[in-house]
């Protein structure tokens, strides 16, 4: 697993999206974003984009533990409720996989542990190896 985690330290919008990968074991994955002023929109609250982009990420690592190169063909989120501050925790896990497909869900939740938003994405599972 430190490979994968090695690997996913390369990902710059997730660096600058203030996105930290917590833990990856087989099919499963967890991370964090501490959230600042940049991340909030018009209304005040956390912009959706940056939501998806935390459960994009723990979708990614979950999809990519297995050590060979997965990508998203088929995502979707649904945005259960408003976060404002504090941090958000996207905890993935696998639902079904096979040789060329994997299926995963992702929820993310507030700091009370409420759920924020719902992430589902399918995963296309390359032959490439990650490196490392």
Known sequence: MQNIKKYFKNDQ??????????????GCAKAKMTLHPHHLNGHNTV?????????????????????TVAVAI???????????TGTLWAEAREVSKNFKLGSYSVEVKDDRGELVACFQGLAYRKKDKIPG
């Open 47 to 67: 912009q959706g984009g940056a939501i998806f982009t935390l459960a994009d990420f723990a979708f990614a690592a979950a999809a990519n533990s297995h050590g």
């Open 74 to 84: 088929n995502v979707n989120i649904t945005f259960m409720k408003a976060a404002t």
């Open 13 to 26: 919008f997730a660096a600058r999206s203030d996105v930290e990968l917590l833990e990856v074991t087989p």
